[in-house]
C-alpha cells in the first residue's frame, strides 16, 4: 500500500508527529516519520518508521519497527545508499557552474536532457551519445520549461501552473502588498516573480528537487523536505530561510506551497507550522497569535483534514489549474474543472477572484465565490466546494451536492447509486464499514490478507505489512467522489 492521504485512514495508519528529542532514523529524504497502525477494534498496533517523502515503497524502500534493532550490517548498508543518493553536484557546485555557464557564447550552451543539467564546454564529449539542447538565455530563466516535469505520480508529481494561475497568483500577492514570497515546492512561481522583474520582490524556492539548485544562487534555493521539515544543506540552508523570514523594512512575507496531492496533511501542517514558528521568532513582535502569511494550495476534499489541523485557513473557491495536468484543468469550456483550491489564512475579502473567470463577491460570506455558488439563506454561507450549485436538503438541514438526493433508509443524502444500507443485501462493507464500498471492493481485505500471508512464515521478520495494495489516483478520485 502506499501511504497516502486517502488511504490512511481506511488503513487506519496515523502519523505520530515527532517528540521533543526523539530521534528518528533516516533515509536519503531525512529523518523518516514514525506510523501507527490502528485496527478496527481501535487498538493501537506496532510503530513503525518509514520514509516521509516517497509514498511509494518502489522510490524509498525504508522500513524499520519502532522497537527494532538494526544490525551494524544494515546500517552500513542504509549508509552507502544515502551516500549514493547524493547529488552529483553540490549546491555551491551548480552556484559556480551557473555563473560560467552563464558567460558562455551561445553556440556553447548545453543542456543535457538524459542527466537534467547544464554542461560546461569539457563535459560536451561525455555526454556526446546523450540527447542534448541548445540552451537560450530565454531559456535559461525558465527553469520549469526546460527541466522535464517529475512525474513519478505518487513521490514527486510535478504539476506546473498554467500561465492563467501562476499570474493570479502573483497579481494577487503584489496586490496585497507582500514583497518577498517564501516558495515551497513552487518552482514556476518563483521562476514568474524573477521573470516579471518585479523589483523589491524576492523569493525563495524550497524543494526537493535539486535540480532546480543549478538556476539559482544560494539565497534563492533550499533542497528542503516539506514533509519533515528537512534541509538537505544542514544549518547553513536553514539560515538562508532564517535571513528571507527577517521582515526588514516593512518587507512583508507570505508563503505559498503547492505539496503533492497525495501528500500527508498532517506532516504538512507540520511542517508549515515550524516555518511560521520560526517567522514568529524573528519577529519579536510580541504577538505570538499572529501566523505567517500562507496560501496552501491543495484539493477541496481534503478541506476538514487541512482545517482540522490548521484551523485558521480558510478555503476560496479559486480553481487552480495546471499545464501538464489531464484532468485538473479550468471548467467553462466543458473541460473538467480542477478540484485544485487556495486554503489561506489572509482575509478572504481581501483575495479578489476574478470577475472575467466567473467569480463574484458574495456580500453576506464577505469572500469571493464562483458564479455558481449561490448564497443559501437557510445553510448561511455559500456551500458548494466543487463550482457547482448544490441544493439544500431540509431533511440533512444542509446543503449538498446536486447529484446527490435524500435516501431515507441511510437517512442522508448520496449518490442515486450508492450501496445502500437496506438496498439488495449489502451493508456497505462488512470489513470496514465504510458504506462506499461493498466488502469485496475493500482494500483493507487485501491489507490483511497480505498480513495473514506474512504471519504465517513464522522464522521469517514479517516485512513492510502494509505494501500490498496500490491505490492508484483514480482509486484517490472514487473514494472522494470529486467528480
Ligand atoms: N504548481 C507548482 C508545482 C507543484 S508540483 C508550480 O507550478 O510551481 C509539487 C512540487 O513540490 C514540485 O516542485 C516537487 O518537486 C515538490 N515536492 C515534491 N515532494 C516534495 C517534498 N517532499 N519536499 C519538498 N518539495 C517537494
Ligand atoms: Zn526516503
Ligand atoms: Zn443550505
Ligand atoms: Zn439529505
Ligand atoms: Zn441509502
Not at 508529481?157 to 497579481?171: C, G, I, K, P
Not at 478541506?303 to 476560496?316: D, F
Not at 439563506?377 to 436538503?393: I, M, V
Request: one cysteine or more.
Amino acid at each position: 500500500m502506499e501511504i497516502s492521504e486517502a488511504n490512511m485512514d481506511s488503513f487506519g495508519i496515523e502519523v505520530i508527529l515527532p517528540e521533543e528529542g526523539k530521534t528518528a532514523p533516516r533515509c536519503p529524504h531525512g529523518p523518516t516519520l514514525l506510523f501507527e497502525k490502528v485496527d478496527n477494534g481501535g487498538n493501537k498496533g506496532r510503530r513503525f518508521y518509514a520514509c516521509s517523502a516517497c509514498r511509494d515503497r518502489k522510490d524509498c524502500g525504508f522500513f524499520q519497527w519502532e522497537d527494532e534493532k538494526v544490525s551494524k550490517a544494515r546500517m552500513l548498508a542504509r549508509e552507502a545508499e544515502m551516500l549514493s543518493k547524493r547529488p552529483r553536484f553540490t549546491q555551491q557546485e551548480c552556484c559556480s557552474r551557473f555563473v560560467q555557464f552563464a558567460s558562455l557564447p551561445f553556440i556553447e550552451k548545453k543542456f543535457c536532457e538524459d542527466c537534467q543539467i547544464l554542461l560546461l564546454p569539457a563535459e560536451h564529449s561525455a555526454h556526446s551519445a546523450h540527447r542534448t539542447t541548445a540552451v537560450t538565455a530565454a531559456q535559461l530563466r525558465r527553469p520549469s520549461i526546460l527541466l522535464c516535469p517529475l512525474d513519478n505520480k505518487k513521490s514527486n508529481a510535478q504539476y506546473l501552473f498554467t500561465d492563467r494561475s501562476a499570474h493570479f497568483l502573483l497579481d494577487t500577492l503584489v496586490g496585497l502588498g507582500y514583497k518577498k514570497v517564501l516558495c515551497v515546492g513552487t518552482p514556476r512561481l518563483q521562476e514568474l516573480i524573477k521573470l516579471r522583474n518585479l523589483e523589491p520582490m524576492k523569493s525563495l524556492l524550497l524543494d526537493i528537487d535539486f535540480r532546480y539548485a543549478q538556476f539559482y544562487s544560494q539565497d534563492e534555493f533550499c533542497h528542503y523536505n516539506m514533509f519533515n521539515h528537512h534541509f538537505f544543506g544542514g544549518e547553513a540552508s536553514r539560515a538562508v530561510l532564517d535571513a528571507f523570514l527577517t521582515e526588514a523594512d516593512g518587507e512583508q512575507v507570505v508563503m505559498v506551497a503547492d505539496p503533492p496531492f497525495g501528500g500527508l496533511v498532517k506532516p504538512l501542517a507540520n511542517s508549515f507550522s515550524l516555518i511560521s514558528q520560526t517567522w514568529k521568532k524573528l519577529r519579536n513582535s510580541g504577538d505570538s497569535n499572529i501566523d505567517i502569511p500562507i496560501i496552501w494550495i491543495f484539493p477541496y476534499f481534503f478541506e476538514p483534514r487541512i482545517l482540522e489541523c490548521l484551523p485558521a485557513l480558510t478555503m476560496l473557491d479559486y480553481q487552480v489549474d495546471y499545464d501538464n495536468h489531464p484532468l485538473y484543468k479550468h471548467g467553462k469550456t466543458g473541460r473538467r474543472q480542477s478540484p485544485v483550491r487556495l486554503f489561506t489564512n489572509i482575509l478572504p475579502k481581501q483575495v479578489v477572484l476574478p470577475r472575467e473567470e466567473g467569480y463574484r463577491f458574495c456580500s453576506m460570506c464577505q469572500r469571493y465565490v464562483c458564479s455558481l455558488n449561490k448564497h443559501c439563506t437557510k445553510c448561511n454561507l455559500c456551500p458548494s466546494k466543487d463550482g457547482r450549485e448544490w441544493k439544500h436538503c431540509s431533511a440533512c438541514g444542509k446543503c449538498v451536492k446536486p447529484s446527490w438526493s435524500h435516501c431515507t433508509s441511510c437517512g442522508r443524502c448520496a449518490l442515486p447509486d450508492h450501496p445502500c444500507r437496506q438496498g439488495d443485501g449489502g451493508n456497505g462493507c462488512f470489513s470496514c464499514g465504510s458504506l462506499e464500498h461493498q466488502r469485496k471492493a475493500c482494500p483493507l481485505r487485501d491489507m490483511r490478507r497480505k498480513n495473514r500471508d506474512d504471519k504465517s512464515s513464522p522464522g521469517k521478520p514479517s516485512k513492510q505489512p502494509i505494501v500490498s495494495v496500490q491505490l492508484s489516483y483514480s482509486n484517490i478520485r472514487n473514494n472522494f467522489r470529486i467528480f
